[in-house]
């Protein structure tokens, strides 16, 4: 029931203002979110975050502005600013009408605060086309901000974010995680930064200069605090979660009110809810696919407006792999034996090189799945900006119905015994039938390891530590334990050392966990199974 509560009022907050902590003390500050872009799905993120860590913890006062659906550029209730303690931005090239945007200017004029995310370094800046009666606020970035946004090194790669250490003390950073973070988002190209501000994160990506991520500035009086962070992967992160709600507090002139509690490490949960594309009930927008091994070379496709209402399965691949390829395989033999439904499907692989990866394909078209439509998506490797596809799971797959998302299933490491059933039984609950056992649709049952093979329990810790989404304390604790096994069982420690080995030379080595658990990985390599 909550959750239908939650997404009854995102909602109504697309058509106006909509506000929380209503039973909250009269004397609490009141925040307003100004939200208006649609590639990174603040219009959800924001009211979650606001729920969790400024209503439930803090006792907040939030109001929500959202963009007309219909017209990008009106903002219902947008007078709300008026009585603001706070303003929370999440606008990108919106223009808005003069009288509206004169209100924003006339907050910050008398120095109101200013929390910005994200695409807010480029809010009103049109690139000089607005319709009549509106305006834009080109210079908004570098006046207010302080920053300097020329654009963004590309979603391929992925960026690293570390606290600056000049900026240890400062309390936005009170319990934000010391370790570095990867960040869901490409890295925004800011340099440089106006002279008065604070840089508190930098983020680096392989073979470009290093850039601020998080900062402070002050325009007319008034604190400001802008990160270029806040893709729907980094609300997940407790370390974003925690600078975003200290520099809500630092803003409104708060930071000391942070406990003691406030100052430790931010806790990393065991296991994070992973999100990726529309959820259940939500529509599934229409989008186009190149078709590969198509009658012709140009075909493309519309899975969605194909499907013409009726069930449906997208699986949105992300990275490829052994596992992902099985599973897709499975998931494609069952769909081609259900034609007689009219469930349709593709597969859609995501790539910021079409060429390489179309070229891949005729290689490695055998192994591909060969019921199901497959092609490339025409939207780069974020895919359809509709959906808010998250690129550090391995593949997305949506099962619809009727235009709206039934199922969603968000697979970091795709595994056919784990994870292929529970998406069996999520497509037979909208066609019909019996979900059919993984024998039935040719997958063998798993084997014990060969003998020699690398220990069952070991294989688990090895696991755990190079998941995509381990946090930095999970790889710690894996390799701390595994090294402590290597120990005392030399053979071990080389079984161990010769899978880091193989990954190294055979140039996969970043596809595997993240920075700290290959930093491990060689590690252990070098120390194990060094090359002669």
């Known amino acids: 029931m909550r959750r239908l509560t939650m997404r009854m009022t995102v909602i109504m907050g697309m058509f106006a203002s909509l506000c929380w902590g209503i039973g909250?003390?009269?004397?609490?500050?009141?925040?307003?979110?100004?939200?208006?872009e649609a590639e990174y799905k603040t219009r959800e993120t924001l009211p979650r975050f606001a729920r969790d860590e400024l209503v439930k913890t803090q006792g907040f006062r939030c109001t929500f502005v959202h963009a007309d659906p219909k017209d990008g550029n009106r903002f219902p209730g947008i007078e709300a600013i008026d009585s603001a303690d706070l303003v929370i931005l999440s606008v990108r090239r919106r223009t808005?009408?003069?009288?509206?945007?004169?209100?924003?200017?006339?907050?910050?004029?008398?120095?109101?605060?200013?929390?910005?995310?994200?695409t807010a370094s480029h809010a009103f800046h049109t690139r000089g086309e607005h319709p009549e009666g509106h305006a834009e606020w080109q210079d908004f970035d570098p006046e207010v901000l302080g920053g300097n946004y020329v654009g963004h090194y590309g979603s391929k790669l992925v960026a690293t974010v570390a606290r600056?250490?000049?900026?240890?003390?400062?309390?936005?950073?009170?319990?934000?995680?010391?370790?570095?973070?990867?960040?869901?988002?490409?890295?925004y190209r800011v340099n440089p930064l106006k002279k008065a501000c604070v840089p508190l994160l930098s983020g680096t990506v392989k073979g470009h200069p290093v850039e601020p991520v998080a900062w402070t500035h002050?325009?007319?009086?008034?604190?400001?605090?802008?990160?270029?962070?806040?893709?729907?992967?980094?609300f997940q992160l407790p370390a974003f979660r925690r600078l975003l709600r200290n520099a809500v507090l630092w803003s409104l002139g708060r930071e000391t009110t942070l406990s003691r509690r406030d100052t430790n490490p931010s806790p990393e949960p065991k296991t994070q809810p992973v999100f990726s594309g529309p959820q259940v009930g939500e529509t599934l927008p229409k989008f186009g696919v190149k078709r590969m091994f198509g009658k012709s070379t140009d075909e493309t496709l519309e899975p969605i407006a194909a499907a013409g209402g009726k069930p449906v399965v997208v699986i949105f691949v992300h990275k490829i792999s052994r596992p992902g390829i099985a599973a897709m395989r499975v998931m494609s033999k069952f769909l081609g034996q259900q034609k007689k439904t009219g469930v349709?499907?593709?597969?859609?692989?995501?790539?910021?090189?079409?060429?390489?990866?179309?070229?891949?394909m005729h290689r490695a078209r055998r192994a591909l799945p060969a019921e199901l439509p497959v092609g490339i998506s025409l939207d780069g490797i974020e895919g359809p900006g509709a959906y808010g596809l998250n690129r550090k799971v391995e593949l997305t797959i949506l099962v619809g119905n009727r235009g709206k998302v039934t199922a969603n299933f968000a697979l970091v490491q795709p595994s056919t015994q784990a994870d292929v059933p529970k998406v069996l039984a999520a497509i037979v609950a909208q066609i019909g039938g019996k979900v059919p056992t993984l024998a039935s649709l040719g997958v063998a049952e798993r084997r014990t390891p060969a003998r020699g093979g690398l220990p069952a329990e070991i294989g688990i810790k090895l696991r755990q530590m190079i998941g995509k989404m381990a946090t930095a304390a999970d790889v710690e604790k894996a390799a701390v334990e595994l090294e402590a096994v290597f120990a005392k069982r030399p053979a071990v420690a080389k079984q161990v050392g010769q899978i880091g080995r193989r990954f190294i030379?055979?140039?996969?080595?970043?596809?595997y966990g993240t920075p700290p658990a290959r930093v491990y990985l060689k590690k252990w390599a070098d120390k194990y199974a060094p090359t002669r």
Do not use: C, Q
């Open 24 to 36: 909250a003390d009269a004397a609490a500050p009141r925040l307003v979110f100004l939200i208006g």
């Open 96 to 118: 808005l009408k003069s009288a509206d945007l004169d209100r924003v200017r006339k907050y910050l004029d008398a120095g109101g605060p200013l929390v910005g995310i994200r």
């Open 164 to 187: 600056i250490p000049a900026a240890a003390g400062h309390p936005i950073l009170a319990g934000v995680s010391v370790r570095p973070f990867e960040s869901g988002g490409s890295l």
């Open 218 to 234: 002050r325009y007319r009086g008034g604190r400001i605090f802008y990160t270029s962070l806040g893709h729907p992967a980094d």
């Open 344 to 360: 349709g499907g593709a597969v859609v692989f995501l790539t910021e090189d079409p060429t390489s990866t179309a070229n891949w």
């Open 505 to 511: 030379k055979a140039g996969r080595l970043d596809m």
